[in-house]
């Protein structure tokens, strides 16, 4: 007898988003694509944010310091330079291609500040919730350089920039993750040959296109520049350019399924859980 079927169901994008455009920290400039109004969150991530000026008035200010607890702040940088520094003694800059990955976890102050003070800074931060049992996690902070980032080149021009999880043809992300294993990757297609992942069935993941337009799955859905696209349940993820050239971010991960109590820095599973925050950060427990 044989198994029948062994074609992976490729994910189809179910949905899109442009978010909106706000500001945080000391009136950074930024759109909140994930955490808003219109898309709460997509489990395990809980906010995604990208930011992108040559005005410095848009990003000067940065993120003075501010406490965290509960899940993990992930700095990737396209252009420009960016200081993380924190009370648990981390400190480290980053510039194009960088990644700052911090596990709050029981309780951290940090601040993040532009390293400059004119030109383009582009960038996002990503919100990775940690499990319940996970919260109140000794904190930890891990930092690459572009030049710690593995770049996967294609003979076709394509490039994948791993930052966590497996690319198909084996190459690997620096960042370790003990909780949510999140997959990262910073796609560049420069040809119409699809980009093929795969990826847990029941992941979630989604794709914001930084530059071109992209084409999505068997149903060939597009998704334009500048535009956050959620796909379904399925194994395999398959993006094509449809312009000459395009670039993306794909991040995957499994749900938590998990309870969610938000308290502006916090992200806890109570409301009970995010006033102990609150008492422990004013009582000086963090
Ligand atoms: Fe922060």
Do not use: C
Not at 18 to 24: I, N
Not at 56 to 77: A, C, K, S, W
Not at 108 to 115: K, L, R, V
Not at 116 to 121: A, H, M, R, V
């Amino acid at each position: 007898m044989t198994i029948a079927s062994n074609k992976n169901s490729v994910k189809e994008l179910v949905s899109s988003s442009v978010g909106f455009k706000t500001s945080d920290g000391d009136g950074v400039s930024m759109t909140r694509l994930i955490g808003t109004a219109e898309l709460n969150m997509v489990d395990p991530f809980l906010l995604l944010d990208a930011f992108g000026s040559d005005e410095p008035n848009d990003y000067i200010g940065g993120f003075p310091p501010h406490p965290h607890r509960g899940f993990e702040t992930v700095t990737y940088l396209l252009e420009g330079k960016m200081r993380h520094k924190d009370n648990a003694g981390n400190e480290g800059v980053i510039e194009s291609g960088g990644v700052q990955w911090m596990t709050a976890g029981k309780g951290i102050m940090h601040s993040e500040m532009p390293e400059q003070e004119n030109g383009l800074l582009q960038g996002f931060q990503l919100w990775v919730n940690l499990p319940a049992a996970n919260k109140m996690t000794d904190p930890a902070y891990q930092e690459f350089s572009a030049s710690e980032v593995p770049l996967e080149s294609w003979d076709n021009g394509t490039e994948i920039r791993v930052v966590a999880g497996t690319t198909e043809k084996g190459t690997t992300g620096p960042v370790k993750n003990d909780y949510v294993s999140p997959l990262f990757m910073d796609v560049s297609l420069a040809t119409s040959d699809p980009f093929e992942q795969t990826v847990n069935a029941q992941d979630n993941t989604f794709i914001y296109v930084i530059d071109g337009d992209v084409e999505i799955g068997t149903q060939q859905q597009i998704l334009s520049a500048k535009t956050l696209g959620i796909l379904n349940a399925g194994e395999q993820v398959l993006v094509k350019a449809k312009t000459d050239t395009a670039r993306f971010l794909i991040v995957s991960a499994l749900p938590l399924n998990e309870k969610v109590a938000r308290g502006g820095p916090f992200v806890m599973n109570t409301q009970d859980e995010v006033r102990q925050a609150f008492d422990d950060f004013r009582n000086n427990r963090f």
